[in-house]
């Protein structure tokens, strides 16, 4: 089930973000995600970020920053094919009426994931802190 994440379980999803990023990120230097935890903290502590909780387990998240940019759909590696993503992705659009979300260039997969959930590609530009390639994509309400 997806719900809003609790503050008890911010070091949880926290420490999601770091090896997931790790894990699928491999053209980023693993320390840049080590050294990003601090900024994470306060970004997610400012963020609505919902959780895929099954039976009291998080096995995946996602966080809205701005009142329309999706930071990231985050699914622990044995839980990617049961379409947890899917299942966040269609929560927040029920709740949004426009979303932005921007993935490194290299990071197929979740470009061809974000495709499948009704975005379009925007623009490209580098992203300043790691010096990779990365493509922004929007997503509109068919209601507004």
Known sequence: MVRLMEIQELNTVLDM??????????FVDAQYWDEQRETMIEVLGN?????????????GFA??????YLGGVFVEAPARRRKFATELITFIKSRYDELVVT???DNT??????????????????????????????????NE
Do not use: M
Request: hydrophobic share 40%.
């Open 109 to 142: 997969l979740a470009q061809d994931f974000i495709l499948t959930q009704g975005f379009a590609r925007e623009e490209s530009d580098v992203d300043e802190a790691t010096g990779v390639n990365e493509i922004t994509y929007g997503w509109f309400s068919p």
């Open 17 to 26: 973000w770091t090896e997931i990023n790790k894990e699928v990120h491999t």
């Open 47 to 59: 963020a609505n970020v919902y959780v895929y909780d099954e039976h009291d387990v998080i096995k």
């Open 103 to 105: 993935i490194y260039e």
């Open 63 to 68: 966080f809205i920053v701005e009142g329309y």
